[in-house]
């Protein structure tokens, strides 16, 4: 049995060890980080948490193939670093689409953990920051066919922009009026209603998913085919 040094959320005692009892594995990223789910008891309050954590070095491969988290011949934060605990904001939440960048894929668990527990406000706003990252990516870096800085600035003008010039599909365009071209869609004002947050997060999500997820799948499914007919 592995030992990990955390914060307990339970009672609050601080970098207090717990006792590793199990872990399930929950998938990876960049071809090397896996992901796991911890089961700890605390030695101070004797309760338990689950915890997320993410391996830290791409060089310990060899360590993780022979031992679970659980079987680790030292602490387990020497090679996972613990990245937050099961709570109430993940009952629920919309698990984000796959092959996003690190920092959309972060804005985007933000904003479902934020739906989760009813702050939609919160919600509405992480999902459209999802939505000026991704489309600030898109735009030529020199200014053509009407492009200009107003446009650079406001996600509004700039989706309209990019629906115009055929860089976004034409049937995602009647999902994005949750976005108004003015960039005044209550986000910054705090008066979003549920019914918007879940506009907003549903535009981003199946944006997110032809900007990202479809190429990234067809790539994919492009290497397996070669793989096969190289032999």
């Known amino acids: 049995m592995s030992e990990l040094v955390a914060n307990c ?25 896996r992901h796991f789910e911890l089961y700890g008891v605390c030695r101070s309050c004797k309760k338990s948490t689950v915890f997320f954590v993410d391996q830290i070095d791409p060089n310990s491969d060899e360590l ?3 031992h679970s988290p659980s079987s680790l011949p030292m602490a387990v934060n020497r090679s996972l670093k613990v990245v937050g605990f099961l709570s109430l904001k993940d ?15 972060a804005a985007f668990r933000e904003g479902a953990a934020c739906m989760a527990i009813g702050c939609f406000n ?14 600030r990516a898109m735009l030529p870096q020199a200014d053509e066919a009407g492009l200009n800085n107003k446009i650079r600035r406001s996600l509004g003008l700039r ?3 990019l ?5 976004l599909p034409e049937a995602l365009s009647e999902l994005s009026t949750c976005v108004k071209d003015d960039g005044n869609d209550g ?23 032809r900007i990202y997820t479809e190429p990234k799948r067809i790539e994919m499914a492009r290497l397996r085919r070669q793989e096969r007919h190289k032999h």
């Open 9 to 33: 959320p339970r009672c609050s005692a601080q970098a207090i060890t717990f006792d590793v009892k199990s872990e399930n594995y929950i998938g990876s990223s960049y071809g090397w980080q």
């Open 64 to 66: 993780h193939r022979k």
């Open 91 to 105: 009952a629920a939440a919309q698990a984000p689409p796959d092959h996003l960048p690190e920092n959309i894929h």
């Open 122 to 135: 919160a919600g509405a706003t992480m999902f459209r920051l999802c939505l000026d990252l991704a489309t």
């Open 159 to 161: 989706l309209s922009w």
């Open 163 to 167: 629906f115009e010039k055929r860089y």
């Open 187 to 209: 986000a910054h004002e705090g008066i979003l209603t549920e019914q918007d947050a879940e506009d907003l997060s549903d535009f981003a999500f199946i944006m997110l998913e």
